[in-house]
């Protein structure tokens, strides 16, 4: 199936990209840079930005899903990053009426999923990353409110270890909720065979490895 990869430089991104291709999908990717992949027959780049519309509709064009994996590297400024893609991905979809899985990382800490964070991590993310998770909110509310087929997936401390397959999903939130790490690769796994059987639709994912 032909897959779109959105913020695919770097990190899940990039994982994903990896998995998809591993699994023989037609992978279309949209990234500010060339990402580091060799020549694939089933690849294809577009250079661009993700919150440009005409950059966005190319690389949705004939997806039959679409996975969001933006990022703003280690930056912990405020951004308008992911509210403003959140709004152009709306509109795109509501004027093309698009009917595919539209699969979106955030993290765990994104909208209510903060209240069950553990203490530490509530702490670093209201000294540290709380204009950037606001943001994502946002974006979450965007997606959420719109007529999309959309999952919300946040995973929680990201590793870079190799894939394992072996994580747990959880869509509903409740004390004592583990909020966990995981490799990048699982969660690159998880989104690809979410694009492929899109089980969790209209929910909000967290997933950690077991």
Known sequence: MKIAVIGASAGIGLETVKRALDRSHSVTTLSRSKIGIADNENLTQINGSATNKADLQKALENAKAVLVTLGTGKSIKATTLYSDFGKLLVEIQRESKLD??????????????????????????????????????????????SDMNWTIVRPGFLKNGTLTESYTVENRLYK???????????????????????????KYVTIRAN
């Open 100 to 145: 595919i899985p539209f699969i979106i990382v955030t993290g765990f800490g994104a909208g209510e999923s903060i209240k069950y964070a553990p203490f530490s991590a509530k702490l670093m993310m209201n000294l540290l990353l709380k204009a950037v998770y606001a943001d994502k909110t946002k974006m979450e509310e965007m997606i959420a409110g």
């Open 176 to 202: 004592g909720i583990k909020m966990g790490k995981i490799n990048r690769a699982d969660v690159a796994d998880f989104l690809v065979k979410q694009a492929e059987q899109n089980t969790e639709a209209k």
